[in-house]
């Protein structure tokens, strides 16, 4: 079992940044893919960026790509996630997941964070 817990969502005006963080329970942490996911109101969840287990594999949405980066720390079962150029398309509800062989599919995570709210105001 992995319980994901993220924070650091907030309102931030366009061109702005924020870091979004996601602290994992349980002792494999290390052996899952992490990754992020978004949802806009009235809009189906999408994905946004993935890490391997390593840490030597990023997956990038092309909206996302040159202003997110997405990064993690196994000693501190924690998965960060920087957002800079935030534009007003980028908010919603931000949520983080684990999976053992995941990349850009939502089937493919098995364990789900609550969300943590991102608003961008232009």
């Known amino acids: 079992q992995v319980r994901l817990v993220e924070s650091g969502g907030g309102l931030v005006q366009a061109g702005g940044s924020l870091r979004l963080s996601c602290a994992a329970s349980?002792?494999?942490?290390?052996?899952?893919?992490m990754g992020w996911f978004r949802q806009a109101p009235g809009k189906e969840r999408e994905f946004v960026v993935a890490?391997?287990?390593?840490?030597?594999?990023?997956y990038y949405a092309d909206s996302v790509k040159g202003r997110f980066t997405i990064s993690r720390d196994n000693a501190k079962n924690t998965v960060s996630l920087q957002m800079n150029s935030l534009k007003p398309e980028d908010t919603a509800v931000y949520y983080c997941?684990?999976?053992?062989?995941?990349?850009?599919?939502?089937?493919?995570?098995?364990?789900w964070g609550q969300g943590t709210q991102v608003t961008v105001s232009s």
């Open positions: 349980g002792r494999t942490f290390s052996s899952y893919t």
């Open positions: 997941a684990a999976g053992r062989v995941a990349v850009t599919a939502m089937r493919q995570y098995n364990y």
């Open positions: 890490i391997n287990w390593s840490g030597g594999s990023t």
